[in-house]
């Protein structure tokens, strides 16, 4: 599984990083990033799907 987050869409809620801090990270202004390349270890799966299902942008997406 990997997963990308638009910066386009992404506004800063901060769910993503918040639900799955190992997938995602923040920048200096808030807005979500992927961690590494945005490749999600098995064990991180159920916690990444949980973030891109409570992004209010629907900025996330699983490639
Ligand atoms: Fe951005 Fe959505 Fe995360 S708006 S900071 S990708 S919860």
Do not use: T, W
């Not at 990033?33 to 992004?55: H, I, K, T, Y």
């Amino acid at each position: 599984m990997k997963v990308r987050i638009d910066s386009g869409r992404c506004q800063g809620h901060g769910r993503c990083y918040d639900l799955a801090p190992e997938v995602f990270g923040e920048d200096d202004e808030g807005y979500g990033q992927v961690r590494g390349d945005g490749d999600v270890a098995p064990v991180d799966e159920r916690a990444a799907r949980l973030a891109v299902s409570n992004c209010p942008e629907r900025a996330i997406d699983i490639l």
